[in-house]
């Protein structure tokens, strides 16, 4: 994913002048081939979070769409008040960039861990979440976060992701991507976000799921709530899969978008972490499954 | 008087209207500001009130958000709002918040909390570098606003990267929100500090209209500026002047009489 990332960021660069990546001290072996290429729209805020993002706001009110990359917690609960007000307030073009979204980077430990990034990001106002599930979902949210710059969060993982989809999706904001259809009217996983896998991996595994069906959705934010009730409406129940926690998580997002049409909301079951993983280390999959994204879970 | 001496006295008279009839804090600060703001907007600045986004303009940043009403003062007197707007501030859902608002025309950026002004400062002096424009930046800040880390990560930054096209005016009046800064967080040696960071450091008297003139106009070769400006919190009206309680505390009309009389003593 990361490289999928860089390799989009550097081919728009080439056509946009107006693109810049601002990190903060990470990204040694995956931001290279921008910062050489680029060397003028290329900047190391240093290990100081909070003034990388008031700066990336300060670029973006001339006009420049601004990568901010860093890891997981760092350029989101580290800057948490640059992006609601300098960012999200003035409706600036500034991409926060995580990398090692969700359990990623489980071993190094709880500073690490990006399981409340959704809930932080998703209550301001004018951000658009972009949580791909694979390499293909990661180009199809930057072409289109870089041909509609706006206050944005883009979660991704590590590198090494399978692709799930053969081609590039059209994506848009608020939009399920159908990555298999199975009973029509039946049950759909929905996730987003690196579980696009797991989930993927299980559908493979498991013959007696083939009446299911699974949808993806990079794209969401408190905007595209409205639009939820009427995806949801064409299955009899959804299954939604992320690794963050049910607190303020994807999940929880979509039973806020449905309570519009209450007679909807039972048909929502929430596969999240169980926060007992807070503080718990290990790898990806061990957490994940520590968290309770198990076949079992998952099934249930 | 001057005409930046005039227009100084018409900020304050202004702003303490505003004030009174808001009922609203914060007049200390405004008053501590007054005249940076006089010779800024009235000397030395490049603007266009016609247009807010005039690619040529300097931009002024305004961190100490909670003095806003000096600035929307100085913005009625050069014309980038009409004077009768003024008298809307602090009232619902007018645009003339109690924290200054980038959706008045001629305000660049929304401020409120402390010590986001500078990072922002930045990003425009390094949009402007990267451009190759030659517009500057002026950010003010208060000192007990010098607290934050924010500040001093923006000027290691702004050193680091040269960024002499910014200039960082600090209201060093000694009075932070209850207390005094010495008996808060002590900034000294505050600029030997702030060389020590990198910055071209000018500490002058920032009431006197020709010191403000000349430190904002010197730019240095390789270096971001930093004006010290040793200030009187409510600046102009005696008996605010200096009193910590004039951050929180409006004018009565009588104590608004007084405050415009000395000020047209002063006029004249």
Redesign the interface.
Known sequence: MRSAFINELVAAAEINENI?LVVGDLGFGVIEPFAKRFP??F?N??V?E???????????????HVFVYSIANFPTFRCA??IR??VD??NLPVTVVAVGGGMAYGNLGYSHHAVQDYALIRTMPNMLIAAPGDPMEVIACMRYLISNPQPSYLRIGKAGEPCIHAEIPEVSPGKWLTIREGYKGGVSYLTTGATLDLVHQLLNQRPDLKSYSLNSMPLWSMKTKAVQSQQVEKFEGVITVEDHLMDGGFGSWLLESITIRPELLARIKIKSLNAKVCGMVAKQSTMNMQGGLTVEFLCA | MSTTQLLANRIRQNALKMVHRAKASHIGSALSITDILAVLYGEVMHFNPTDQHDKLRDRFILSKGHACVAVYSTLAEVGFIPKEQLDTYGEDFSWLMNHISHKVNGVEFSTGSLGHGLPFGVGKALAARTRGETWRTFVLLSDGEMDEGTNWEALMFAAHHKLTNLTAIIDYNKLQSIDSIANTLALEPFVDKLKAFGCEVHEIDGHSHELIADALTIISDEKPTVIVAHTIKGKGVSFMEKRIEWHYKNPNDEQLAIALAELELSHA
């Open positions: 810049v003028k729209r900047f805020a240093g100081a909070q003034n990388m993002m008031g700066l990336a706001a300060g670029l973006a009110s001339e006009g420049f008040e640059q007000n300098d307030y003035h």
